[in-house]
C-alpha cells in the first residue's frame, strides 16, 4: 500500500516525478491505477467509478502508465493477471446467480 500512496502523493498538484506537467489523462491514469489496487478492481468497475469507457481505462492502464510510473504500471500487470484469470469463475457466477433471479420470479 506504501508504494502505491507514495506512486499518488508524487502525482498530486499536476507535477510528475521529473518536475515536468502532468496533463489530466496522465493523472487519471494514476487515479485509476491506484484506485484498482487499493480495491483489488477490474477494469469494468474503475470504468463505472470514474466514469469513463473500459477502452479507456484499458488504455490509461496499459500505455500511459507504462510511460508514467513503471513500479505502478508492473502493480496493475499483475492484478491484471489475476483477474484475466478469474474471469471465468465470475462469469460463471453471474450466470448462476441470473438464473436464480429467473427462477424466483416464475
Excluded: W
Excluded at 79 to 93: D, F, Q, S, T, V
Amino acid at each position: 500500500i506504501f508504494v502505491i500512496f507514495s506512486a499518488y502523493c508524487s502525482y498530486i498538484g499536476h507535477v510528475g516525478q521529473g518536475g515536468e506537467i502532468i496533463n489530466e489523462n496522465e493523472d487519471r491514469a494514476v487515479r485509476i491505477a491506484v484506485f484498482m489496487l487499493e480495491n483489488n478492481s477490474t477494469v469494468r468497475k474503475a470504468a463505472s467509478v470514474f466514469g469513463v469507457s473500459k477502452s479507456t481505462v484499458h488504455k490509461d492502464i496499459t500505455t500511459r502508465l507504462q510511460i508514467l510510473d513503471k513500479p505502478l504500471y508492473r502493480q496493475i500487470v499483475e492484478l491484471m493477471e489475476i483477474n484475466k484469470k478469474e474471469r471465468h469463475i465470475r462469469g460463471g457466477l453471474a450466470t448462476r446467480l441470473k438464473y436464480i433471479r429467473d427462477k424466483e420470479k416464475v
